[in-house]
């Protein structure tokens, strides 16, 4: 027994079948300080590898204005093609990667799928037409498949549900800061001359180079969970392994449970994330969008680098806006998404209503509508929080970025060339999506609620005994890979 951990023994009965009840409990100062090291150690590399997840996406948005268009020949939606086979690839990867992530170490699967993302990438400069360009975007998004869904694992095997917001927050705040420093990158390599490629081959070339060195780092430094990091003390690794036990969390399993898999299919709660995923990405072109929205305005391309800069700076100060304001307000997680919605919102009926003459007015405007990363933030932390057992927590993230790849790929459909600049069906489109997902958040809430107080029903009815004993308790926490429908003394964060 470690320094850190106490335990009081209570005498329940004097047969020799029975062990004492024993109640553990982790001192704070010691439970903080393992977090801490847990989050030196893993939030960088999670926000070194997201960061280049998005920054990779987004690269075909600034070289949409540096002659990606000309060079190829683009014409009428190929663009819009372009974007939408980089989901399809998504789409195509995700039940592969549950299957795969379930059986083996999430943390191979997602470092080998880094390395074969950022080779895609570098393939995207040898594009010698719009065939090229659409079969190395599909296999971009194949390759990337399984990063998104893994990350919101690696996030519950490492950290209780309290903490995933901020953790979210740290690695989601990636789409903000890839938007400014890729802008800032493609500047720089747009004004360079003499180059033996064109400018934007070089951009895919550079970010594809640096995300296969970030993938090799991940695979060989990441460590499976708590009881194998080699970053930790034998006793710190004791400490960060219960500290999730009694949060009623589960550690990564090498084991498909197809039980799991008709549970996850059958919950309600599976098909409520599905829906947020859904309507959080239908108006997520803005994003892909927005430098040939405001270049349509009348700003030449270098000056549409940099004018997008702030709108990188305000999906950060929106992401952690919802990661603190959930922290601070005993989560309310549910809240802060119907808040947090109303920013993008706005930004769509301002680009709606807008004269064109407004200028400034619609650069701010793209800012505001593309703010949607902190939607996210809230919907991967309640997937993270709210779902048990290996499988089906593999398998809920597969459906929920199953709908995400869904909504990627309708979305740019809706924003056509002919309706450039203002792009009004696509305007539309978001305006329905963000009331939707309103309704969704509000339905979440009063579903799980309502769950919560059935739960607190039946405890009472049995007469259940809250102070369990640690062997018990660890034993439903770690070894049993309950769900959280099996486990009825878990109870479902809103």
Not at 76 to 102: E, K, M, N, R
Not at 131 to 140: D, I, K, P, S, V
Not at 201 to 207: A, K, S
Not at 399 to 423: H, K, M, N, S, V
Request: proline letters at 3%.
């Amino acid at each position: 027994m470690t320094p850190a951990l106490e335990k009081s023994a209570v005498e329940t009965d004097t047969s020799q079948d029975q062990e004492d009840a024993v109640e553990y409990y982790i001192d704070t100062s010691e439970d903080a300080r393992v977090r801490r090291r847990i989050d030196w150690f893993i939030m960088p590399a999670m926000v070194l590898v997201f960061f280049f997840q998005f920054l990779d996406k987004q690269t075909i948005n600034y070289a949409s204005v540096f002659g990606l268009s000309k060079t190829l020949h683009l014409s009428g939606q190929d663009f819009s093609w372009a974007v939408s086979l980089f989901y399809f690839g998504q789409l195509t990867a995700q039940f592969p990667s549950a299957y795969f992530i379930s059986r083996l170490p999430v943390t191979r699967v997602v470092g080998v799928s880094i390395c074969a993302w950022g080779a895609a990438e570098m393939c995207i400069a040898a594009s010698p037409n719009f065939a090229g360009l659409a079969a190395t975007r599909f296999f971009l998004g194949l390759c990337e498949g399984a990063a998104s869904p893994g990350f919101v694992i690696i996030t519950s095997n490492w950290y209780k549900r309290a903490e995933h917001p901020v953790r979210v927050a740290w690695w989601q705040s990636c789409s903000g800061l890839s938007q400014i420093l890729g802008a800032l990158i493609m500047y720089l390599v747009g004004r360079a001359s003499g180059l033996a490629l064109e400018n934007w081959r070089v951009m895919f070339l550079i970010c594809g180079g640096a995300t296969i060195v970030a993938g090799v780092s991940f695979a060989l430094f990441m460590p499976k969970n708590t009881t194998t990091a080699w970053f930790l003390k034998p006793q710190d690794r004791i400490i960060a392994t219960e500290r999730l036990a009694l949060d009623r969390a589960t550690l990564d399993r090498s084991q498909f449970n197809a039980a799991q898999v008709k549970e996850a299919l059958m919950d309600v709660q599976t098909w409520l994330l599905f829906c947020m995923g859904l309507f959080i990405c239908i108006p997520s072109p803005i994003l892909k969008f927005s430098s040939l929205v405001i270049s349509g305005f009348g700003f030449d391309k270098f000056q549409t680098m940099l004018v997008g800069l702030p709108g990188g700076a305000l999906q950060i100060i929106t992401i952690w806006t919802a990661a603190l304001g959930m922290r601070h307000t005993h989560n309310k997680r549910w809240l802060w998404g119907i808040l947090l919605t109303c920013v993008p919102f706005l930004g769509v009926i301002l680009l709606m209503t807008l004269p064109k003459s407004a200028g400034w007015g619609i650069v701010v405007s793209t800012w505001l509508a593309a703010c949607s990363s902190s939607l996210m933030v809230v919907s991967l932390s309640l997937a993270a929080s709210n779902v048990k057992g290996n499988t089906k927590k593999s398998t809920v993230s597969a459906i929920f970025f199953i709908a995400y790849c869904t909504g990627c790929i309708a979305g740019p459909q809706l924003w056509q060339a002919e309706d450039a600049p203002r792009y009004m069906k696509g305007l539309i489109s978001s305006v329905v999506s963000w009331v939707l997902l309103i309704l969704t958040y509000t339905t979440y809430y009063f579903v799980m609620t309502r769950e919560n107080a059935r739960r607190d029903c039946l405890a009472a009815a049995v007469e259940v005994d809250e102070k369990v004993d640690a062997s018990a308790q660890l034993g439903v926490a770690t070894d049993s890979d309950m769900t959280d429908r099996e486990d009825l003394k878990f109870r479902y964060t809103v």
